[in-house]
């Protein structure tokens, strides 16, 4: 029986490096994803900085249109402040000048400032394609330890995989029938130790009478509390 206990001792570890292996087999796609947002996300903020330096230069055009209008009105107005017949006429046109200057500098200062936006956002830019360069290289740098580390961690499932399948095996069908419905209905936890008089699955005390049975390694124990299989310490000290 104590082989028994050991091969369970021995199962139960074994389920437990496959968990942790699982568990970084499913992180790794999580983690290629997150390398592959990540320069989508420089890329996107280069695409919208592309697109503003556009509008941008678009709005330059329309105010330098706007501007080139305004002017020709101010000439216009001028010429014909001379041909004023009357002194309403005059102050008319004195009028019209004085507000198309107004809207001028109104323009101009638009101008400047639509220029200095541009030249802050195409300096960004450069930045911003600086960066993905930087990005891309790194990324490219992890994708491949990766990718390395998923074909590691694969084949070490892999290789628990064939052992646990060969101690099975070795397990009666009723023993192997028992640890699975324990395991399915504990997290995946069916064998533990006692440790300190206690389980160390639910860490509930255990009676001293029933320590002295589990340390005789002579049969398959059950904690009475969570219902776990429970062996002693000298049939396997890692599953403390």
Not at 34 to 46: F, M, P, R, S, Y
Request: proline share 1%.
């Amino acid at each position: 029986m104590r082989e028994v206990l050991e091969k369970l001792a021995k199962l139960q570890r074994l389920d437990n490096e496959l968990k942790i292996l699982q568990d970084k087999s499913n992180d790794i796609p999580k983690r290629i994803e997150g390398l592959k947002l990540t320069v989508d996300n420089k890329k996107q903020e280069i695409k919208e900085c592309q697109e503003k330096i556009l509008n941008l230069k678009k709005e330059n055009k329309l105010l330098e249109v706007e501007l080139k209008s305004v002017e020709d009105k101010i000439v216009q107005y001028s010429a014909q402040l001379y041909s004023a017949k009357t002194n309403e006429q005059y102050k008319a046109f004195l009028k019209e000048i004085d507000a198309q200057k107004k809207e001028k500098t109104r323009i101009e200062d638009k101008i400047i400032e639509v220029l200095e936006n541009l030249e802050l956002t195409e300096k960004k830019l450069k930045e911003l394609e600086s960066e993905l360069k930087d990005t891309e290289v790194i990324a490219a740098e992890n994708l491949k330890k990766l990718e390395k580390e998923d074909a590691e961690v694969k084949k070490a499932i892999k290789e628990r995989e064939e052992i646990r399948q060969e101690l099975i095996k070795e397990l009666t069908a009723e023993t192997v029938a028992i640890y699975e419905r324990i395991r399915k209905s504990k997290n995946g936890v069916a064998v533990v130790i006692v440790n300190d008089e206690r389980c160390q699955g639910c860490f509930n005390p255990l009676p001293a009478q029933k320590i002295l049975e589990i340390k005789k390694n002579d049969r398959i124990h059950f904690c009475e509390y969570c219902g776990r299989i429970v062996i002693s310490k000298e049939i396997n000290s890692t599953l403390a």
